[in-house]
């Protein structure tokens, strides 16, 4: 006999597989201090995907010679939406997955983009992205999930 899972249910299961793979995907970024990163969903498809780094074509060093993020390293949330700008499709009502939640700046980028829900793990030092995201009428979800295996597989 077979239970069948309510929506609710099976949209945690969901939320909480992305996350996984959002972490696995953060182990491509090269910086040091952190590494983050973030899926695009639409209609359970994955649309965009990107991690924190440096530019295309910068050297891969995130961290100056005193261990300060350079300022022109992208986080996760803006390499995901340029990358899905770029190829044309749309992020309008997709879903952002992302291993820290988001910054201010990054914050204004979802609206922009027309993401409708930001579903992270890990919380950033600043909640003012978080604010900013529930103040725009954007869902916001905390998925408590064990990422620490995969960070010690360092894949």
Not at 3 to 22: S, V
Not at 28 to 48: E, F, H, P, T
Not at 60 to 73: A, H, I, L, M, W
Not at 84 to 89: C, D, E, L, P
Request: neutral net charge; hydrophobic residues 35%.
């Amino acid at each position: 006999m077979t239970i069948e899972k309510t929506k609710e249910e099976k949209q945690i299961l969901l939320d909480q597989r992305y996350m996984k793979m959002a972490a696995i995907w953060s182990q491509n970024s090269y910086c040091k201090r952190r590494q983050v990163g973030a899926l695009l969903v639409k209609d359970k498809m994955i649309i965009s995907d990107g991690y924190n780094g440096t530019p295309s074509g910068f050297e891969n060093n995130c961290e100056d010679e005193n261990n300060q993020t350079k300022p022109y390293v992208l986080h996760a949330e803006a390499n995901a939406i340029t990358k899905v700008a770029k190829s044309g499709n749309s992020s309008a009502d997709a879903t952002m997955y992302v291993t820290s939640s988001p910054c201010l700046e990054c914050a204004k980028l979802i609206i922009q983009a027309g993401i409708r829900r930001v579903v992270y793990t890990e919380n950033y030092r600043s909640a003012d992205g978080i604010n900013l995201l529930r103040r725009a009428g954007i869902e916001v979800t905390n998925v408590d999930i064990d990422l620490s295996h995969l960070k010690e597989q360092n894949v």
